[in-house]
């Protein structure tokens, strides 16, 4: 049996969202409580969900990937329950938390659906598990287990080599007289040109998020170009931007680049592979698969997107592959950590002030100064 002491349980930590048609708007407005966004632009967002009945598909995609994990960790002999809690929507963290504790759990590690170092992608999930256990300690039943964060794995072989094969996939369905020539666009959603710049421990100097992405969108070019040796331009591009116009964002965006390539003449096509994101949830079936394709079909562009993580086995393997390496370090064993690029295995637990709220500090799980 593999050994996973000091662990009792495993959480995945996900975003959430809503299941039908009533859910939006409250969902929309946990999302962006505080954040001053006006009413009608929830409204506006909203329609994206109203488009695909009113539900979003990563409830149903987490539900698919913990079914997954429990038979992979099943097969791998570790008997481990494992829960689910959201930031914005039922399950919500506090919920279950509070049924880990009533369930005896005591120390649980946490997977969390975000690969990438940034406030909105790390510090503030660890903000809110802050605050789930603090909600769960300030009740009469029993205490929260002590939560562990697995590290980053966007570099991870787990990760990247589906998104290679996803890659390849989409390459191969594009007509073969465009092949050779079509632009990949790595997309990631935008985040604030400051959320990018405060992302990582300050003494790295900022600007982590798209660093890393670079990383990632590099080994993944390369590896596509030994295989079907053609070396073909690459960048990274954006989607989902939310702020008000007059706030920074992350640019380009895959729209206005498509049109600069097509207008430039400098792609036949393009391959739009969503780096950022683990699973097909609504910035990819919404922003790529609806406005992309019909940016694309404007331009007359052939465009092809390629698949994500979701429940591929090898990404499914990776909660494991870290849950048994941060087990033996909390063990005081060495262990081989995997990763691929030049970032290198990240830490276990995040830096003082890394990946810093804007807004100011805020006690947060899982890092040096919490």
Not at 60 to 88: C, H, K, S, T
Not at 305 to 312: L, Q
């Amino acid at each position: 049996m593999t050994d996973v002491a000091p662990y009792d349980a495993v959480l995945l930590v996900s975003f959430g969202g809503p299941e039908g048609p009533d859910d939006v708007l409250p969902f929309l407005e946990n999302v962006t409580r505080g954040r001053g966004i006006p009413r009608e632009r929830l409204v506006e967002v909203g329609e994206h969900y109203y488009a695909f009945g009113g539900r979003s598909p990563i409830n149903d995609q987490n539900r698919a990937f913990l079914d997954a994990l429990r038979v992979d960790l099943d097969e791998a002999g570790i008997d481990l329950p494992v829960y689910w809690g959201n930031r914005n929507w039922d399950p919500y963290l506090t919920d279950a938390l509070a049924q880990m504790a009533a369930d005896g759990v005591t120390r649980a590690a946490c997977f969390v659906t975000s690969a990438y170092s940034s406030w909105s992608g790390c510090r503030q999930y660890r903000e809110n598990l802050y605050d789930a256990v603090e909600d769960v300690d300030g009740r009469s039943g029993p205490a929260a287990p002590r939560l562990d964060k697995l590290r980053h794995y966007f570099n991870h072989p787990g990760f990247v080599d589906p998104v290679v094969d996803a890659t390849l996939a989409a390459l191969a369905d594009l007509p073969e007289d465009v092949r050779d020539d079509a632009r990949i666009l790595f997309v990631t959603h935008s985040i604030p040109d400051s959320m990018n710049a405060s992302s990582g421990p300050p003494e790295q100097g900022g600007g982590a998020y798209v660093a890393q992405h670079l990383d990632v969108a590099g080994v993944v070019a390369g590896r596509v170009g030994e295989v079907t040796g053609v070396e073909r331009r690459h960048e990274l591009v954006f989607c989902s931007r939310s702020g008000p116009p007059q706030m920074p964002w992350l640019e380009p965006d895959v729209n206005d680049r498509m049109r600069e390539l097509v207008a430039a003449g400098e792609a036949p096509a393009v391959v739009l592979v969503p780096v950022g994101f683990v699973s097909d949830h609504m910035e990819v079936i919404y922003d790529l698969d609806t406005e992309a394709r019909e940016t694309a079909d404007e331009l007359g562009l052939p465009m092809r997107r390629a698949g994500t993580a979701g429940t591929d086995p090898r990404f499914v393997a990776v909660v494991r592959d870290l849950l048994t390496e941060r087990a033996a370090v909390e063990r005081g064993e060495d262990v081989a950590r995997s990763s691929v690029g030049g970032t290198g295995p990240m830490w276990d637990v995040c830096p003082a002030q890394c990946c810093a709220n804007g807004k100011g500090p805020r006690p947060a799980l899982c890092g040096r100064d919490a």
